[in-house]
């Protein structure tokens, strides 16, 4: 790809990123709460996953050969309704109801909404749920890849590491872990809770391809993905190292960010933070 071409690719990429970081604020504001400072943080990587990555078709969310995007940490829903939604899956006015009841984008994602792979909401399952697909589909002998995005905390489950485990043993190149270190948990870093580093060295001596890089850099996502599609017979661990409220300094800043409430005022601050950069 010509430097040029890359060069227009990222630009695109962190508008796409800086309008899902505006989706999120839209559904934090319609609840005054919630995994706001989770869907900043990731936003870069599902704009490059679903605008760039993943071979999905949004009029077909179950077409057969899709690539298959495997949350693991349901909470972090937030991110992908604001992916869904600007990718055509489900209607933009219907992020206002994340969180009401009654609705389909409820805080924890839901398979019955189409373009979610998996129920989430316990913690710790969705590697294993993503080995397992990637296992059926190459017995199918589908085209298909599948990426798993989970998180620094999950790092701490047993099932976790039994996935990493099989991935490595049933050699599955078509399998990408992402990790959001983004250094926080419920109560606190993990660092003060249980520590979970050193996080690549652990992917590594599991037998997977790894990488870690700023999550929040579009350009170097986009690297680590092509350099790691170039890796046969091990999955692929690609960790990230993110900021919580991610485009929001407002958010940064805060001590705390697992689950937020906002103050009325503030939303209309934090909409301004995000459009101001690129
Ligand atoms: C098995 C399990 N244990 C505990 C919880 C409660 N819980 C929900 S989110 C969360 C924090 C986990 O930290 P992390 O996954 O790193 O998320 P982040 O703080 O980055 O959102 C916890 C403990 C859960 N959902 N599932």
Redesign the pocket.
């Known amino acids: 790809m010509h430097d040029t071409d890359r060069a227009a690719l990222v630009t695109a990429l962190k508008t796409r990123a800086r309008t899902l970081r505006l989706h999120v604020l839209r559904m934090g504001e319609c609840v005054g709460q919630g ?1 706001v ?2 869907g900043l943080d990731i936003a870069d990587l599902m704009a490059v996953l679903y605008f760039h990555t993943l071979r999905f078709d949004p009029a077909r969310p179950d077409w057969e050969d899709r690539d298959r995007f495997v949350l693991s ?4 829903a937030i991110a992908l309704y604001a992916a869904l939604a600007e990718a055509g899956v489900i209607p933009e006015a219907e992020l206002d109801t994340y969180g009401a009841d009654g609705s389909r984008l409820e805080m ?1 994602a839901a398979e019955s909404l189409p373009g979610v792979e998996m129920t989430g ?4 399952h969705g590697l294993s749920q993503a080995v397992g697909m990637a296992i059926g589909l190459r017995l199918d002998k589908r085209p298909s890849r599948v990426f798993n995005l989970l ?4 790092l701490q ?1 047993g099932a976790t590491w039994e996935a990493a485990m099989s991935g490595a043993h049933y050699r599955l190149d078509h399998l990408y872990a992402f990790i ?1 270190c ?1 250094n ?4 606190g870093p ?1 660092s003060q809770i249980m520590n979970v580093e050193p996080v690549e060295e652990k992917w590594k001596a599991f037998g997977w391809d790894t990488r870690r890089i700023d999550g929040n850099n579009i350009d170097a996502i986009l690297a680590a993905l092509e350099e790691a599609g170039r890796v046969s017979e091990r999955p692929h661990a690609i960790i990230l190292d993110t900021l ?1 409220g991610k485009g929001v300094p407002l958010f940064e800043r805060r001590e705390k ?2 689950f937020i409430r906002v103050g009325r005022e503030e939303w209309e601050l934090a909409r301004k933070q995000v459009s101001e950069v690129l």
């Open positions: 995994y400072g989770q940490i349901g909470h972090y924890s909401g316990s913690l710790g998180s620094d905390g999950e489950e959001d983004n926080q948990q419920a109560d993990p919580m960010l697992h």
